[in-house]
């Protein structure tokens, strides 16, 4: 066993077969994840899928890593910290166990996928093999929703997706949303030759996920365009306002097209329910701050450990989420509860201020992207939100570890980037 072990770690080409099996399989992960998480009985592939992605993290990380290579491993030691603070309150007060397991395997999968980034070694190939899993997905929903979609006649009449056939209909926006803010970012920072294609997923999908009429979508996808563009454009101030300028009126133009009719109604309703200006029907944004007040107000009650894991659903006798990860957070959690999970997004902010950071740009659209969801939608239990925590993590950390100890090591030639 031992003589197999040693060939496997001198062959090349089992460990480039090792590596692309992972890589492979994270891929397919992120496709799954959409595509199969709230379908039964198809949601269990996910965690098929997922333990096999595991398992070969595993076996990577022993016959291929270089293991005189020290990550920083406190970071993923975060969100377990989160989990066991928030069963405090769960087995005393909401005995949601099931959604306290959801927890801590959300936990565990921010553990490899942070491993699987440190040993891959290349940011740009993750975010990349990314946003193909992701247009992977919207395909087939379009392929599913294709009557809908090329009924030119009532297109943007309805929206898609609120049959919840994938999955909740604003979640399958925010994987959208996801692939629409790297395809840009690629567009913009990556490299020349292949701008365009990702111009062409930022298309596709920014389109696709505006018919779902998720306000949410639309609100982080503009919020972290503007930021994106801001950073590229930052030292040619004459060109970022210009440039800025025609955003924001293409934006307003995209808004008098059939395609954008259901959101921009939705959009109208929610101004005049928020503002009072005018009589609107949108129970829906009524019903959210309502929750999200009585939310805060049980966090309040229970400040310290809050009312365990799924908490709201059961206190406030709703048996839903309050729609606003905070206010869930609090509630949920606690005030040290909600510090701790958004300890990754607080180490990131520090992250942006170190000198020769790579992943700057990065971390900054990100953490846009990930904070005005945070106002939007419940994501502490979400498996696309721990890969984001994984990348802003292993993203900080790109900036922590010295160039010379790395190169001391020769990491800087690690074969897994000529894949």
């Known amino acids: 066993m031992k003589e197999f072990i040693g060939k496997l770690r001198q062959s090349v080409t089992a460990k480039r077969a090792i590596t692309i099996a992972m890589v492979s399989l994270f891929g ?6 959409p595509y199969f998480s709230d379908r039964k009985p198809f949601n269990y592939l996910v965690y098929c899928i997922f333990a096999l992605f595991a398992f070969f993290v595993l076996v990577h990380r022993y016959l291929c890593f270089d293991s005189r290579i020290k990550s920083i491993s406190y970071r993923t030691f975060v969100p377990f910290v989160f989990a066991l603070y928030s069963s405090i309150s769960t087995i005393a007060f909401s005995h949601e166990y099931r959604s306290l397991l959801t927890v801590f395997l959300i936990s565990l999968s921010v553990v490899f996928l942070f491993l699987m980034m440190e040993q891959i070694n290349n940011n740009y190939l993750i975010i990349e093999i990314t946003i193909w899993a992701l247009s992977l997905f919207t395909i087939l929903f379009v392929f599913h929703y294709r009557f809908d979609i090329f009924d030119l006649k009532n297109i943007g009449n309805t929206r898609l997706a609120s049959d919840n056939y994938f999955d909740n209909v604003n979640a399958v926006a925010s994987y959208m949303a996801g692939c629409v803010i790297l395809s840009f970012y690629f567009s913009l920072f990556g490299n ?38 801001a ?125 020769k950071f790579e992943y700057k740009n990065l971390v900054i659209i990100l953490l846009a992207f990930f904070l005005f969801r945070e106002f939007l939608d419940v994501t502490y239990n979400s498996k696309f939100n721990a890969f984001i925590i994984a990348l802003l993590l292993y993203s900080g950390m790109k900036g922590a570890v010295k160039p010379e100890f790395l190169k001391i090591c020769g990491q800087e030639n690690y074969y897994c980037l000529e894949i």
């Open 231 to 355: 950073i590229r454009f930052k030292k040619k101030p004459l060109f970022l306002i210009l440039g800025l300028a025609l955003i924001i009126g293409a934006i307003i133009l995209l808004f008098t097209l059939p395609a954008f009719a259901t959101l921009k109604q939705r959009l109208i309703e929610m101004f005049n329910m928020i503002t009072g200006n005018a009589y609107s029907t949108d129970y829906s944004t009524a019903t959210r701050i309502l929750w999200q007040d009585y939310a805060t107000f049980l966090g309040v009650q229970h400040l310290m450990f809050g009312t365990g894991v799924n908490g709201f659903a059961v206190f406030s006798g709703t048996g839903t989420y309050s729609h606003a990860n905070i206010s869930e957070l609090i509630c949920n959690a606690g005030f040290i509860g909600m510090l701790i999970y958004y300890a990754p997004l607080i180490i990131s902010v520090f992250d942006c201020f170190r000198k």
């Open 192 to 229: 020349k030759k292949y701008r365009l294609v990702y111009l062409i997923t930022f298309v596709g999908n920014f389109f696709i996920g505006v018919l779902t009429g998720s306000r949410a979508f639309i609100v982080c996808v503009v919020i972290s365009v503007l930021v994106t563009f």
């Open 28 to 33: 397919l992960y992120i496709f799954a994840t």
